[in-house]
């Protein structure tokens, strides 16, 4: 049976920093490229860091960029975001996704709320 299941989320204020684990289970962890995505209140769902293959380098989306990091552990089967310096704007749903070559798998969400 295949999980994700994202932990971490919960209310912080601007400044502030939250790590959000994934942790998954029910198929290959390292054959899989980790991504980070959220949503917002009446928006898309958006990419917030990730990577095109299980080794490669992470792309961040703009608002990421230098506040954000991706990092996995393959022993641990779990995948990482740790976000500083948050911001109002971070506030969504954040969510874990796993790409294959066939098949892609997504948890189901974890709330980050900033407020002051």
């Known amino acids: 049976q295949v999980q994700l299941v994202e932990s971490g989320g919960g209310s912080v204020q601007p400044g502030g920093s939250l790590r959000l684990s994934c942790a998954v289970s029910g198929f290959r962890f390292s054959s899989y490229a980790m991504s980070w995505y959220r949503q917002a209140p009446g928006e898309e769902r958006e990419l917030v860091a990730g990577?095109?293959?299980?080794?490669?380098?992470?792309n961040y989306a703009d608002s990421a960029k230098g506040r954000f990091t991706l990092s996995r552990d393959n022993a641990k089967n779990t995948v990482y975001l740790q976000m500083n310096s948050l911001r109002s704007e971070d506030t969504a749903v954040y969510y874990c996704?796993?790409?294959?070559?066939?098949?892609?798998?997504w948890g189901q969400g974890t709330q980050v709320t900033v407020s002051s």
């Open positions: 990577t095109s293959s299980p080794g490669g380098s992470t």
């Open positions: 996704h796993a790409r294959g070559r066939d098949t892609q798998y």
